[in-house]
């Protein structure tokens, strides 16, 4: 099965799936993980989640900042899960490149090139030439 986690500093992540729901129905494989909110038991949810995953499961975990204190504890917790992935510094154009994969297309090589795609389009606007268009996103 394919699986998606969000974990985030705050409530970041659960505006993203928010978010996503505008651009799919489905979205069953998708959960969050908030940390340092009042009231929520991270760990406990990290670890719930954890013993969920199976061995022919395909995971992808987005986490927002690299190497902070959530990062950390996706690669402590999941180093030893050869099915999971990790990716740092997420943001909406990234998840949605992963909404609808199939599982069997995910490789590492497959992952590199979507991140590398993604960051193509952090762009500093001012230097940016906009060409006027009636069309949607």
């Not at 500093?9 to 908030?34: A, Q, W, Y």
């Not at 670890?47 to 950390?72: A, H, L, P, R």
């Not at 510094?89 to 609808?100: D, K, V, Y």
């Amino acid at each position: 099965m394919y699986k998606m986690l969000i974990a985030t500093h705050g409530r970041m992540c659960e505006g993203i799936l928010d978010t996503l729901k505008i651009f799919s129905n489905d979205l069953d494989h998708v959960e969050t993980i908030p940390y340092y909110v009042e009231g929520v038991d991270s760990e406990g949810m990290l670890s719930n989640y954890i013993n969920m995953i199976k061995d022919e499961d395909v995971v992808i975990v987005f986490t927002d900042v690299m190497m902070g204190s959530v990062n950390q504890a996706m690669i402590t917790n999941m180093n030893e899960k050869n099915n999971v992935h990790i990716i740092s510094g997420c943001n909406l154009p990234l998840i949605l490149e992963f909404i609808a994969c199939n599982p069997d297309s995910i490789t590492s090589e497959f992952i590199k090139e979507k991140v590398l795609d993604c960051t193509k389009s952090i762009v500093y606007m001012n230097d940016y030439e906009v060409v006027q268009n009636n069309m949607d996103e």
